[in-house]
Nanobody, 116 residues
Framework: QVRLVESGGGLVQAGGSLRLSCTAS???????MGWYRQAPGKQRGLVAT???????GYADSVKGRFTISRDNAKNTVYLEMNSLKQEDTAVYYC???????????WGQGTQVTVSS
């Protein structure tokens, strides 16, 4: 069974920075990990993804401000968020997809609130 545990959310002023972490456990071998976010009244949307090999992808809204990285030895993915804006306020969810597995695995979510 795959389990994802997130940490690092919180309250920050606009222009500030936060770092989210997500540690995976279980049988995860080759996979893609990523971060999604959901603001109140909006659908959950992609923020960034990273493959086991380190290839990354970003939503246009966060390019140049957010950086996704991973430590395969620790089964952990990070999201470094800089120059935060109020519109980045959302619950951030960690996601994992395994090779040959159609299932999506999600963390419990961590709240990020950016104040003016």
């Amino acid at each position: 069974q795959v389990r994802l545990v997130e940490s690092g959310g919180g309250l920050v002023q606009a222009g500030g920075s936060l770092r989210l972490s997500c540690t995976a456990s279980g049988s995860i071998s080759i996979n893609i990990m990523g971060w999604y976010r959901q603001a109140p009244g909006k659908q959950r949307g992609l923020v960034a993804t990273i493959t086991s090999g380190g290839s990354t992808g970003y939503a246009d809204s966060v390019k140049g401000r957010f950086t996704i990285s991973r430590d395969n030895a620790k089964n952990t993915v990070y999201l470094e968020m800089n120059s935060l804006k109020q519109e980045d306020t959302a619950v951030y969810y960690c996601n994992l997809r395994r090779r040959f597995d159609p299932a999506d695995y999600w963390g419990q979510g961590t709240q990020v609130t950016v104040s003016s």
